[in-house]
């Protein structure tokens, strides 16, 4: 049994510990509760967003554990070191930070997995996470291996994404514990590209303090939609689908495994994923590469971008697609379109960040069948 309470003191109704799950071919209505209810208000969105965190932790990305124990950080060189225990284990991490030449401290900060790769905006520091050391990504033999495992034990529920997530909310917990550090850690971006634009992504929508989510190029397990990945691959596309992507990496739980092949019953799709992150700001930066999907990314993003919409925030929520660059490497005609979302969500300032673009259109009949309420 899962419950919360929301928003304003919401009342949330509770998830039944087991459920029954029903085939739907269209994307998964993002207002209405697993039990039928219509959400109508803002404070019972929250509840919505609570109960749609559990189903796709339950059934795709694993349980996200909370703040440990214990945790301690220490900030030398530039070095923050984050140490955490549970239950007689311990672990601990670093990352490094890079500060801007521009701007005054306290700084904002874009966290990085890999490092991320968009180029540093003036005034932002950036946070080099690595986010193999916490959970690897070799090939499926890699699922279990890395800090996070070394924790909670390496048959932990807990997909790579997950774990990362997890991760990041640490660095933040130290980031907050250790002024020295000149972090403001009220202005934190997140973002990574490919398979690191998943985690990204999946960290936005678990970690509440991120103000501003970067996922770039995610493809499949981010931006994509796993239906309308799976019907745009049995129209022919070479793309990536549930059931293919499960043999890559251990990103996913492996509960995911069991629902690769019947996409539609699953209570949710990234669309949901997506608008865990509203009001907070979201950019999705894509490009124009069959295999991630774009027109799938498109799609799914139209239908999450409802979330915004319904909150009345439409412009906290971005989507510019542009191709004809190599993978990962941010294109110089993204970059006004970055420096908005960065200003406004990071730097405070007041910019236009109504940007909804994409060489494709989405078919919204075929993959919606609800409505947007205005909440109030
Ligand atoms: C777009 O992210 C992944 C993709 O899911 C994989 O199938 C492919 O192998 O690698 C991409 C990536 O992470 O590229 C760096």
Redesign the pocket.
């Known amino acids: 049994m899962y419950s919360h309470t929301g928003a304003g003191g919401a009342t949330c109704s509770a998830l039944p510990g087991s459920i029954t799950l029903r085939s739907n071919a269209k994307l998964n209505d993002l207002f209405t509760m697993f039990n039928g209810d219509k959400v109508t208000t803002k404070d019972k969105f929250s509840c919505r967003q609570a109960e749609m965190s559990e189903l796709i932790q339950r059934y795709e990305l694993g349980t996200l554990p909370g703040r440990p124990s214990t945790l301690t950080a220490s900030f030398s060189g530039n070095t923050l070191t984050i140490n955490c225990g549970e239950a007689g284990k311990s672990i601990s991490f670093t990352v490094t930070i890079t500060y801007p030449s521009s701007g005054t401290a306290p700084y904002p900060a874009i966290i990085g997995y890999g490092g991320g790769s968009l180029p540093a905006p003036a005034g932002v520091a950036m946070i080099n996470f690595n986010n193999d050391n916490i959970a690897a990504q070799v090939n499926t033999g890699s699922r279990g291996q890395g800090k996070f495992y070394d924790l909670y034990g390496s048959s932990h529920s807990a997909g790579a994404m997950t774990a990362w997530a997890w991760g990041v909310s640490r660095v933040i917990d130290a980031l907050e514990l250790v002024p020295g550090a000149r972090i403001d850690t009220t202005k934190i971006g997140v973002t990574g590209?490919?398979?690191?634009?998943?985690g990204a992504m999946v960290a936005g929508a678990f970690e509440k303090r991120i103000v501003l989510t970067l996922p770039q190029?995610?493809?499949?397990?981010?931006s994509a939609c796993w239906r309308i990945s799976d019907y745009l691959k049995s129209q022919g596309a070479n793309i990536?689908t549930a059931s293919?992507?499960i043999g890559?990496?251990p990103w996913f739980s492996t509960t995911f495994n069991s629902y690769v092949n019947q996409v539609p019953v699953l209570p949710f799709d990234h669309h949901s994923l997506a608008a865990l992150i509203a009001p907070r700001g979201l950019f999705v930066i894509d490009n124009n590469i069959d295999?991630?999907g774009p027109q799938s990314c498109f799609g799914c993003m139209t239908a999450a971008h409802m979330a915004w919409q319904a909150l009345g925030v439409s412009d906290h929520m971005g989507y510019s697609q542009i191709g004809a660059h190599a993978?990962?490497a941010f294109p110089s005609n993204q970059q006004s379109q970055l420096t908005a979302f960065v200003q406004k969500f990071l730097l405070g300032q007041s910019t236009n960040t109504a940007i909804f673009q994409s060489d494709f259109s989405a078919n919204q009949s075929q993959w919606i069948d609800w409505t947007t309420p205005t909440l109030s």
């Open positions: 590209c490919s398979r690191n634009g998943k190029e995610s493809g499949a397990g981010g990536q293919e992507i890559e990496d295999w991630l993978h990962c």
